[in-house]
């Protein structure tokens, strides 16, 4: 019989891509998410069976949690449903309540409804947001090692509630003997995920602004551009949670990120070179940020990078693309987007 696997918050970026590869395996994939269908992909393409669902709701995780055939449990189950976006939506503190009560609820009824149910084994995507502050606010040498998590102080409400989940999936391994894995991502980013509308993140955002922005026209980085941070490439992403997913006794938490780390300046000339175009940056904060936007300039940490040392230790694998190739598949796919919705001639 085929192997079975449910992707929470699979009609978004990570889950999209995560139920594709499942189903391309040979997996019969059961995706939930709130949203009708998936923004960019066509259901058939990423799942057997698509439900709209509330996952805050308890009723709601107790019957997609259900075994498909009505009697063998999950082989694999992948929690990537959370309340997130970019730094425009995290770091304002405009949202502060909504994603930490959201992504708590779901996540309390995805651990407790998990073990009651016996599935095999529970991915859960925590975040680098986690980190503490006071370790990184050196941009050229932030430190994630998995180890520094304690004594916790995360510069975000997000970073809190994916700190407490982890402890939480942990508690129900210990407990309960729940199969869990857990990963803490640091900035993935691709096609099919989210590049426009204010929850999108700084890949994606540096394309759309170098495809929307003229010959000759400036581009607008938030904050001096000099914070540092590392993107992960979303194939290389699946590749390492179904690497992870699948050993033996190791729960995590552990990192999956990419080590190549560039000034968001950086990342934003890099999108600009794809474009072809002569472009300017232009950094934008303090009272002109706060003038244009009626909120402060959302950067968050000064520096981070991940720290792929324990990954590397216990998987004996590595990532290795380059960012420079992820942003060109990238920078292509949104500039498809910006086209399709520029009025024709
Ligand atoms: P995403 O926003 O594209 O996907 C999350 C999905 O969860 C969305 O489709 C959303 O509709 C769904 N969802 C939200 N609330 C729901 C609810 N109540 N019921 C059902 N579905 C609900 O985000 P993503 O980039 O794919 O991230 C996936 C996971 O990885 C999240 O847990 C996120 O916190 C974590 N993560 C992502 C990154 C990144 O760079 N993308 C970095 C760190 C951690």
Redesign the pocket.
């Known amino acids: 019989m085929e192997k079975t696997a449910l992707v929470l918050?699979g009609?978004?970026?990570?889950?999209g891509h995560m139920g594709k590869k499942l189903k391309e395996e040979g997996f019969d994939v059961r995706v939930?998410?709130?949203?009708p269908k998936h923004e960019f992909w066509d259901h058939t393409i990423i799942c057997d069976e698509y439900v709209v669902?509330?996952?805050?709701d308890p009723k709601v995780v107790e019957k997609i949690m259900a075994p498909i055939d009505g009697e063998k449990p999950f082989d694999e189950v992948y929690q990537?449903?959370?309340?997130?976006g970019g730094a425009g939506y995290i770091f304002t503190g405009e949202n502060d309540a909504n994603v930490m009560h959201?992504s708590a609820m779901?996540n309390l009824n995805v651990a407790y409804e998990a073990s009651r149910q016996k599935v095999k084994r529970v991915f859960y995507?925590s975040?680098?947001c986690m980190y503490p502050e006071h370790n990184q606010l050196d941009p050229d040498n932030p430190n994630c090692e998995e180890s520094s998590a304690y004594p916790a102080n995360p510069d975000s409400e997000y970073g809190w509630e994916k700190l407490f989940s982890e402890r939480m999936f942990l508690a129900f391994n210990r407990n309960y003997n729940l199969e869990v894995r857990i990963a803490r991502?640091h900035?993935?980013f691709g096609p099919m995920?989210?590049w426009t509308g204010g929850k999108e993140?700084a890949p994606a955002a540096m394309c759309r602004k170098a495809a929307e922005t003229p010959d000759g026209g400036e581009l607008e980085v938030w904050g001096t551009g000099q914070q540092t941070r590392s993107f992960l490439y979303i194939d290389e992403c699946v590749e390492a949670v179904l690497r992870f997913m699948r050993q033996e006794n190791f729960t995590g938490p552990v990192n999956i990120g990419s080590e190549e780390m560039v000034t968001i300046n950086e990342l934003a000339q890099m999108a600009i070179s794809l474009s072809g175009k002569d472009i300017r940056i232009k950094n934008i904060d303090g009272e002109e940020f706060l003038g244009k936007y009626g909120f402060p300039c959302p950067v968050g940490v000064m520096g981070r990078n991940s720290d792929n040392t324990l990954y590397h230790k216990k998987m004996d694998w590595s990532v290795s693309q380059p960012l420079k190739t992820g942003m060109k598949h990238t920078f292509e796919w949104i500039n498809e987007q910006v086209k399709a919705l520029q009025p024709q001639n």
């Open positions: 918050g009609g978004g970026f990570i889950g939930v998410d709130i949203k669902g509330d996952l805050r990537l449903a959370a309340d997130m959201n779901i995507s975040s680098a991502f900035n993935i995920g989210t993140k």
